[in-house]
């Protein structure tokens, strides 16, 4: 719920969880200031700060530079205090200029020509003469980063290329989807809204998928392919060990401390959700608000900003049976990749997958790191592997998203054997 300001629109209550952030930017700053053993005479060396052998080194040189300038310690203490406070005042002009911001979303809400539950097919509409896709998005964030801004919009700049541009809008999970579990999304929900899109293009589609839709919809074309032509998969994860297997187990772990709020709640909240990933980058929230009270609030770049960050801090709850295989089944147990995921009792097995496919893999991705995608291409050989240089969002909806990733999705559309309205053409050869 936002917050009515003296005048104009209501504050917005970002960056979610708000206090979890300041709380972080202040544990920043009470750790930065932890004076070294060599500064205090007070604390005795002990050998436990700083941790690492880098950090005592560092301790070290900045002692010597001290003395080789005959600068008393407390100068420099003082001057690191000054730029802590310099730091927070930036993060607090940040937050200010985001949530008073005078952007709101104002694009037109497309029509809705399937619904089931709180689910919804949306039609971006779109001539069809590249034929139809069906977007997957996530089930953890809104699927409006898909369709962010007039101008950047993936799903609008696609209808306008010609591909008929279908949506499954997973909406809030309501008393029914609540008790979903992953094969209850894909064998239920996600195939029968495949069947609805099948049935009002009247012949087999694309079907695309980004980030964890891309693995609803991997194991969905492992379980319907006669409906599909083809199959596009965007900064879809595979090995959730691939490059930090320490922190995969960890955001396992935290599962029996999780369990009472999934039972109490039947989901993991959205706040929860939000607190999971800003633990995997503490600082990055607090970065990017520093960088964005610098910037000209009637710039476009701000109006980008404030439009992801709106769309970040509006997602959803995550229902709780999936929140224990996703937690549980592939980060603590890296299931996909040791092909202990089923769906319906089937194993999910890229190499079974026939369909001309499309992966995008962004090169500098946080969320889904190359490494665990590229775990997913080496299973699908025959797949054409784009690499796009941006990060996890940016490749969807970011300044350069129609270079990086709209362009070549549709080239690749356009190169498909057997298209709609023209005569077949020969698929391009893999990328690296």
């Known amino acids: 719920m936002a917050v009515r300001g003296m005048s104009g629109p209501p504050l917005r209550r970002g960056p979610r969880p708000l206090v979890l952030h300041l709380a972080l930017a202040l544990a920043t700053r009470w750790a930065a200031r932890m004076p070294p053993p060599c500064f205090a005479g007070s604390m005795p060396w002990s050998g436990a700060w700083p941790r690492s052998k880098v950090g005592r080194q560092e301790v070290r040189r900045i002692a010597a530079a001290l003395a080789a300038s005959g600068r008393p310690p407390e100068a420099f203490a003082a001057a690191v205090e000054r730029a802590l406070l310099d730091r927070d005042a930036a993060l607090l002009a940040g937050i200010r200029a985001y949530r008073q911001h005078p952007y709101r979303r104002d694009l037109p809400a497309p029509p809705a020509v399937w619904a089931e539950g709180g689910s919804r097919l949306l039609d971006y509409g779109g001539d069809g003469r ?42 809030e999970p309501g008393p029914l989807e609540r008790g979903f579990t992953l094969t209850d999304y894909i064998a239920g929900r996600l195939e029968r809204g495949l069947a609805a899109a099948v049935g009002l293009a009247g012949q087999p589609l694309l079907l695309a998928g980004y980030c964890m839709g891309g693995l609803l919809g991997l194991a969905q074309a492992q379980r319907r392919p006669e409906g599909l032509r083809g199959l596009a998969l965007l900064a879809t994860p ?36 939000q607190a999971l990933f800003a633990a995997q980058d503490p600082a990055g929230i607090a970065g990017k608000y520093r960088l964005f009270g610098r910037l000209d609030p009637a710039g476009e770049r701000a109006r980008r900003f404030v439009a992801l960050e709106d769309w970040l801090n509006d997602g959803v709850a995550l229902a709780a049976p999936v929140a224990r295989e996703a937690l549980g089944g592939w980060y603590g147990g890296n299931s996909p990749a040791r092909g202990d995921w089923r769906v319906a009792g089937e194993p999910v097995a890229p190499e079974r997958i026939a369909l001309p496919a499309f992966l995008a893999i962004p090169s500098r991705d946080r969320i889904v790191p190359p490494a665990s995608a590229l775990a997913l291409a080496a299973r699908m050989p025959s797949a054409l592997v784009h690499r796009a240089a941006a990060g996890h969002v940016g490749m969807v909806a970011g300044e350069a998203a129609e270079t990086q990733l709209w362009r070549p999705l549709l080239a690749w559309v356009e190169a498909l054997p057997g298209r709609p309205g023209g005569q077949p053409r020969r698929r391009p050869g893999r990328r690296a």
């Open 130 to 171: 590249l034929g139809t896709v069906l977007v997957v998005p996530s089930l953890v964030n809104r699927a409006q980063v898909l369709d962010l801004l007039p101008g950047g919009s993936m799903l609008r700049h696609l209808a306008g290329a010609g591909l008929r541009t279908l949506l499954l809008d997973w909406g």
């Open 238 to 273: 595979w090995d959730f060990w691939a490059e930090d297997p320490v922190r995969a187990r960890g955001l396992g772990a935290l599962l029996p401390v999780l369990e009472p709020l999934l039972q109490a709640a039947g989901a993991l909240p959205v706040d929860a959700l």
